[in-house]
């Protein structure tokens, strides 16, 4: 049975090259969040860090910037207002005054998040139902904020032939893969 190597995914328009092993582990990583995940963070989470343990990441999740290119992840993806009834919109109109407090609140380690919002929609082809639960606006930011800081972690030990749910990878990447592994002879 032929070993599966880990691919490299494509790089992105307008990027620009960096020195030899740089260049590589940023493209390889090209959807961390920058304002996180460093070069010197990035060459950390390839070479490993001392005692495979990562400390101090808290902080990265309540910085600023971090929590600013979340608020702009949650704006883009849109959605429902939850439990609290404060749409995107509505956050948006003081989204500097509610970051700040977001921040205060976080690094003061306080933060709680509120109640799911719990609605019932159609299930496709269906006359079911399914649930889907609506998190707060600033919950949402707060997932993301942590999922930027806490994603490359644990991306760096899956499985090479894992699609399912990680970045830069979905069902057509797995079924092209499959199709060259049995191209190249290799069988189960």
Same mark, same amino acid.
């Given at each position: 049975?032929?070993?599966?190597?880990?691919?490299? $995914?494509?790089?992105?328009?307008?990027?620009?090259?960096?020195?030899?092993?740089?260049?590589?582990?940023?493209?390889?990583? $090209?959807?961390?969040?920058?304002? #996180?995940?460093?070069?010197?963070? &990035?060459?950390? &989470?390839?070479?490993?860090?001392?005692?495979?343990?990562?400390?101090?990441?808290?902080?990265?999740?309540?910085?600023?910037?971090?929590?600013? @290119?979340?608020?702009?992840? #949650?704006? $883009?993806?849109?959605?429902? @207002?939850?439990?609290?009834?404060?749409?995107?919109?509505?956050?948006?109109?003081?989204?500097?005054?509610? &970051?700040?407090?977001?921040?205060?609140? *976080? $690094? @003061?380690?306080?933060?709680?998040?509120?109640?799911?919002?719990?609605?019932?929609?159609?299930?496709?082809?269906?006359?079911?139902?399914?649930?889907?639960?609506?998190? #707060?606006?600033?919950?949402?930011?707060?997932?993301?904020?942590?999922?930027?800081?806490?994603?490359?972690?644990?991306?760096?030990?899956? @499985?090479?032939?894992?699609?399912?749910?990680?970045?830069?990878?979905?069902?057509?990447?797995? *079924?092209?893969?499959?199709?060259?592994? &049995?191209?190249?002879?290799?069988?189960?």
């Amino acid at each position: 049975m032929k070993t599966i190597e880990r691919e490299e $995914r494509p790089s992105e328009a307008g990027e620009t090259p960096k020195q030899g092993g740089e260049v590589q582990i940023r493209e390889r990583w $090209r959807w961390t969040e920058p304002s #996180v995940w460093t070069e010197q963070m &990035l060459t950390a &989470l390839e070479k490993g860090v001392k005692g495979g343990k990562w400390f101090s990441l808290v902080d990265k999740v309540y910085s600023s910037e971090n929590l600013r @290119a979340s608020w702009e992840k #949650v704006m $883009r993806n849109g959605g429902a @207002a939850g439990v609290d009834r404060q749409s995107i919109e509505a956050y948006e109109k003081e989204v500097e005054k509610n &970051l700040v407090e977001l921040e205060k609140i *976080l $690094r @003061a380690g306080s933060y709680s998040a509120k109640p799911i919002k719990r609605v019932w929609i159609p299930k496709i082809g269906s006359k079911e139902k399914r649930p889907l639960g609506i998190p #707060v606006v600033a919950d949402r930011i707060v997932q993301t904020a942590m999922r930027n800081v806490l994603e490359p972690i644990f991306e760096k030990t899956f @499985a090479e032939q894992s699609y399912g749910f990680q970045p830069g990878r979905g069902c057509k990447d797995a *079924l092209r893969r499959v199709e060259e592994l &049995l191209r190249n002879g290799t069988h189960g």
